[in-house]
Nanobody, 122 residues
Framework: QVQLVESGGGLVQPGGSLRLSCAAS????????MGWYRQAPGKQRELVAA???????NYADSVKGRFTISRDNAKNTVYLQMNSLKPEDTAVYYC????????????????WGQGTQVTVSS
């Protein structure tokens, strides 16, 4: 089982950028598919971006062209580069891991970390 810690959130103005990191430990990171999710107040958690062990990616329509997910297996870390941020990107961002891409896409996890808060505001 892999343990995950999210970091990199903060307050940013509209149009700005942030890079989130998700550091993994406790298992063979490279075999896991990874996903970034977000939950805004009063809304359900949603998948933002996913990356397989082989590097294939998926993005929510709302972030395509603005966000980029990547992974560094040597550092056991997955990143979410967020550009052209909008107020509607404000949320707590979480990462999660599974060996199955389908589980990542479904976001069907029994446990979540603390996440990292992203606030986009002027």
């Amino acid at each position: 089982q892999v343990q995950l810690v999210e970091s990199g959130g903060g307050l940013v103005q509209p149009g700005g950028s942030l890079r989130l990191s998700c550091a993994a430990s406790g298992s063979i990171f490279s075999i896991y598919a990874m996903g970034w999710y977000r939950q805004a107040p009063g809304k359900q958690r949603e998948l933002v971006a996913a990356i397989t062990s082989g590097g294939s990616t998926n993005y929510a329509d709302s972030v395509k062209g603005r966000f980029t997910i990547s992974r560094d297996n040597a550092k056991n870390t997955v990143y979410l580069q967020m550009n052209s941020l909008k107020p509607e990107d404000t949320a707590v961002y979480y990462c999660n891991a599974d060996r199955e891409r389908a589980t990542i896409l479904a976001g069907d996890f029994g446990s979540w970390g603390q996440g990292t808060q992203v606030t986009v505001s002027s």
